[in-house]
């Protein structure tokens, strides 16, 4: 992670060079977890992980479910609204140099919703929102991260194919 070995702490950069510069070449590659991109496994260990997923969901008979938030889970807005509406979540959020309010109210019944189907399906969150906003979603649907834990897909980990 960020090129030092998770197992051993080495330091894998050369010195006093960029990140990605390492001293030798290394089989990790691919991105673990969506939030954390500096954070990779090799090919083969990629594998083994996707395969342990794919028996967990066999064994649990669960597929998987991509779950969008806006316009279907929430409604967030950043225009001036009364701070004393019903079920209306206030946060900031940083937007350039400045911090933005943002207002959201979730859809009726959505916790219900999502508490219900998480016994049938693996629940992915996959939204075009960036990273910081999905994931303080995230926290008002899932406080405990007992729906969705790491698995949330943000504009900001879809990078377009080459």
Known sequence: MKDMCADCGANLRVENSMSGDRKEQVSASVAMVHSIPELVVSEQQAKEIGKADEER??????LVLLVDLDQ?????TNNNIPPNLKDVEHFQ???GNRMLWYHTRLRPGTKEFLKRISKLY????CTFGVRLYVHTIAMILDPSRSLFSHRILSRDESKPPI
């Open 57 to 62: 969901l066999v064994k649990t008979r669960k």
């Open 72 to 76: 279907a889970l929430v409604h967030t």
């Open 93 to 95: 959020l940083p937007h």
């Open 122 to 125: 693996e629940l992915h969150i």
